[in-house]
C-alpha cells in the first residue's frame, strides 16, 4: 500500500510559477511509474504528465507541454511538477498516482494509488 501526500499548491497570478511534490511512502517508490492528473470544478478528473520508474521518461498533455515539468526523486521517495507560465485555465485540484503497471499511461483506471489533491488556483 503506498500513501502519497501533495503539497505545494496555492493562488498565483497568471505568468507565474508553482512547484508541487508528492511524498511517498509505505512502498518502494521506485517501482512506480508516477503521474499528475487534475480536476476542475464541474469536470473529469483529467491526465497531466507520468514519469517512467528511472526518470528518464515522461510525456504530458498536450495543453502543458513547454511549461509544465514532471521529475522525481527516487532516493527522496517525491515526486514533483514544476508549473510555469500559469494560465487561469490551469486552475484545479492537482493529484499525483502510482501506477504498478509496465507502461506509463494517461488512464486514470491504470493508477493504483491517489494522493488527497492540492488546490492550484491562477488568478487573471
Known amino acids: 500500500q503506498v500513501q502519497l501526500v501533495e503539497s505545494g499548491g496555492g493562488l498565483v497570478q497568471a505568468g507565474g510559477s508553482l512547484r508541487l511534490s508528492c511524498a511517498a511512502s509505505?512502498?518502494?517508490?521506485?517501482?512506480?511509474?508516477m503521474g499528475w492528473f487534475r480536476q476542475a470544478p464541474g469536470k473529469e478528473r483529467e491526465f497531466v504528465a507520468a514519469?517512467?520508474?528511472?526518470?528518464?521518461?515522461?510525456f504530458s498533455t498536450e495543453s502543458v507541454k513547454g511549461r509544465f515539468t514532471i521529475s522525481r526523486d527516487n532516493a527522496k521517495n517525491t515526486l514533483f511538477l514544476q508549473m510555469n507560465s500559469l494560465k487561469p485555465e490551469d486552475t484545479a485540484l492537482y493529484y499525483c498516482?502510482?501506477?504498478?503497471?509496465?507502461?506509463?499511461?494517461?488512464?486514470?483506471?491504470?493508477?493504483?494509488?491517489w494522493g488527497q489533491g492540492t488546490q492550484v488556483t491562477v488568478s487573471s
Open positions: 514519469i517512467s520508474r528511472s526518470g528518464g521518461s515522461t
Open positions: 509505505g512502498g518502494t517508490f521506485s517501482s512506480y511509474i
Open positions: 498516482a502510482a501506477d504498478g503497471n509496465a507502461y506509463m499511461s494517461r488512464a486514470r483506471a491504470d493508477y493504483d494509488y
